[in-house]
Nanobody, 126 residues
Framework: QVQLVESGGGLAQAGGSLSVSCAASGLTFSMYGMGWFRQAPGKEREFVAAIGWSGGTYYADSMKGRFTISRDNAKNTVYLQMNSLKPEDTAVYYC????????????????????WGQGTQVTVSS
């Protein structure tokens, strides 16, 4: 009975910061790669960032230098710190978990993941 619950979304101003979290239950968290994806209205779901079960991190090009993904296995939680926010970052942000996922080829593909959260809205105003 796996559950992923995102939190921390909200409203931010362009240039500001926001942090979102994803709490996992019902799985052995340390054995899962974790990813963040986002979907804006009328657009396809896109990869944001991921952290492998062994700790390697991966980012989409537009997020490099602005976003940071981290995990706390003791808390079964993955985080996404978002800085220098832009209006185009506005989207629903989804957390995903994939068993033993590691490496860019796996973590960067939505189809690689086994479980998904309900999403949390992030809105960036200009």
């Amino acid at each position: 009975q796996v559950q992923l619950v995102e939190s921390g979304g909200g409203l931010a101003q362009a240039g500001g910061s926001l942090s979102v979290s994803c709490a996992a239950s019902g799985l052995t968290f340390s054995m899962y790669g974790m990813g963040w994806f986002r979907q804006a209205p009328g657009k396809e779901r896109e990869f944001v960032a991921a952290i492998g079960w062994s700790g390697g991190t991966y980012y989409a090009d537009s997020m490099k230098g602005r976003f940071t993904i981290s995990r706390d296995n003791a808390k079964n939680t993955v985080y996404l710190q978002m800085n220098s926010l832009k209006p185009e970052d506005t989207a629903v942000y989804y957390c995903a978990a994939g068993r033993r996922l590691t490496g860019w080829g796996n973590l960067g593909r939505a189809g690689s993941y086994d479980y998904w959260g309900q999403g949390t809205q992030v809105t960036v105003s200009s």
